[in-house]
């Protein structure tokens, strides 16, 4: 399938590792020019020349703390002045602090909601006016299966997770008609270096091996098995292509049959 993907300019937020880098890579084989994002420095440029040696796009890495207003600012910027357009937005950030609700303070809520909510609100304020100058583009945010299913001990990512679920789905109505489309794209437990350094974490402090830990989650997806980044990044690809052009305010999980429930 011809995605019509080539030659499109992408801002991949959060893309030195993980589910966004396995995006950005996915979407730099469709002949995609990229704008990622990151804060470590080291890392991202690492990423940005591997993916430019591998599929010779132009690629372009501005480090950036998705947490600050400004920098977030100044990566649009850097972006708009390197390609001059954005068609594509993919937000994404790191994951809060795991802990139930009394044992989190005041500043953890705020500085996650700052990380997880008003990021994507700053990113999408920014590349929208262009975006319906030209009548086209796409709007996909990286969230979880927390925002349809909660999961224990998150309340932090339940919560937050769901106010950027009702913000697409209201701009997805707002927008449409400008052809632009906003949809959420659902991660369950996946393959990054964040899922295995916690299932290592768990290990040593419980004394049981990183496998054990791992089949704990495993144990509860009827696929039996975590997601690997790739599989994530295909649908990811599909919704910010030509091709999903009638799909708008959806969320649409890739979790291995994860959540129970019917929609
Ligand atoms: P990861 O830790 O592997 O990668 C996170 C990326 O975010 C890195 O590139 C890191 O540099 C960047 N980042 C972190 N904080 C940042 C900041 N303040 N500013 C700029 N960049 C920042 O994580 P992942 O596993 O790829 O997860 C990505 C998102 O998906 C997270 O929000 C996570 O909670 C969510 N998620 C992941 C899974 C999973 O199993 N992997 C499941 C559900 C939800």
Redesign the pocket.
């Known amino acids: 399938m011809d995605l019509g993907l080539k030659g499109k300019v992408a801002l991949v ?9 396995a995006v950005a890579e996915e979407l730099a084989n469709e002949g995609v020019s990229l704008i990622l ?4 420095s080291v ?2 440029q690492k990423t940005c020349d591997e993916i430019r040696e591998k599929s010779k796009v132009p690629v372009l890495g501005i480090t ?4 600050k207003s400004e920098e977030i600012e100044k990566l649009y910027q850097s972006g708009m002045d390197e390609f001059g357009q954005i068609d594509i937005l993919v937000t ?5 602090p795991a802990g139930i609700f009394e044992n989190l303070s005041r500043q953890n809520w705020e500085n996650s909601t700052n ?2 909510l008003t ?1 994507v609100l700053d990113l999408t304020r920014l590349v929208l006016p262009q975006m319906k100058e030209r009548g086209w583009g796409r709007i996909l945010n ?5 925002s349809k299913q909660p999961v224990d001990n998150l309340i932090l ?1 339940n919560s937050l997770r769901a106010a950027v679920t009702g913000f697409a789905k209201t701009l997805a109505n707002e927008i449409a008609p400008f052809g632009i489309t906003v949809n959420n794209i ?10 295995i350094q916690l299932a290592e974490t768990i290990a040593q402090k419980e004394g049981i091996t990183p496998e054990e830990a791992t089949s704990r989650w495993t144990s509860e997806i009827p696929m039996k098995r ?2 690997e ?1 790739h599989e994530f990044a295909a649908l990811a690809a599909f919704l910010v292509s030509e091709r999903a052009s009638y799909i708008t305010g959806s969320s649409i999980a890739v979790d291995g049959g994860w959540i129970k429930s019917l929609f």
Do not use: F
Request: overall charge positive.
């Open positions: 937020a959060a893309a030195s590792k993980g589910l966004g880098k994002c990151a804060r470590d890392e991202l950036t703390d998705l947490g994404n950030v790191g994951g809060p990380l997880l990021s990286i969230t979880s299966i927390a990512s659902l991660p369950g437990y996946t393959r990054t270096e964040r899922v975590l997601g980044p």
